[in-house]
């Protein structure tokens, strides 16, 4: 069946550091990747997403590459900034647009 | 911008309760789920729905019912509330549009209930 497996945290970084978190997934087909991030106290929210292989998303300093040969899409950030500190999730589209998502990662941000 | 709310923020009941958690969006979505969102489990989907009066379980169901009246409105419903249904509670929807593969899900804040 299909699943999302990401790193699991906390990670915490100093500000202006470089950000990797890993997420790999196992599906029939050909599905669309999302990251979400949930900051403090809300929601989550649309951080970026890829609908094909090859596909970059990319927003707010963000990017993720849909690879499918590793069936991976890592996100990363050149530098992070101590409001990037939230909870980020790696998910996976079913049909009838259901999502099935990794665990979360938290990541903290140290000035 | 799309406006997800939920009824409550905080919510405390008894076990036994019968509890209703309600959400509404403004954006003339098709599509709204339920998630519950518990630390190292991430999300789980509890239900969905495409359409008014349309309902399908997701991957956890048990315990749980809902109800799509309109299209704005997807309630969650706990018959009789459980210690083991403490939990943060979030609502989503989304267009539902031919590409629902693709589509966007847009949050509610989240309902945190704790069943004592």
């Known amino acids: ?111 | 911008d799309v406006k997800v709310t939920q009824s409550s923020r905080y919510l405390v009941k008894r076990t036994g309760e019968k509890v209703f958690l309600e959400c509404v969006q403004d954006m003339d979505h098709e599509n709204m789920f339920w998630y519950r969102q518990d630390p190292g489990l991430g999300l789980r989907l509890i239900y969905f729905s495409y359409d008014v009066k349309m309902k399908e379980k997701g991957d956890i169901p048990e315990g749980y019912s809902v109800s799509r009246e309109k299209k704005e409105r997807f309630s969650l419903i706990l018959e009789s509330a459980s210690t083991n249904q403490t939990s943060m509670y979030l609502c989503a929807s989304s267009p539902g549009t031919s590409g629902s593969f693709t589509d966007t899900q847009y949050f509610g804040p989240g309902t945190r209930l704790t069943v004592l």
């Open chain 1, 1 to 111: 069946g299909n699943s999302v497996t990401q790193m699991e945290g906390p990670v915490t970084l100093s500000e202006e550091a470089f950000l990797t978190i890993n997420c790999t997934y196992t599906a029939t087909g050909y599905p669309s990747l999302f990251w979400y991030v949930q900051y403090p106290g809300e929601g989550l929210q649309l951080l970026l997403k890829a609908t094909k292989a090859d596909d970059k998303g990319s927003n707010k300093g963000f990017e993720a590459t849909y690879r499918k040969e590793t069936t991976s899409f890592h996100l990363e950030k050149g530098s992070v900034q101590v409001s990037d500190s939230a909870v980020y999730f790696c998910a996976l589209g079913r049909s009838q647009g259901n999502l099935i998502f990794g665990k979360g990662t938290k990541l903290s941000v140290k000035p």
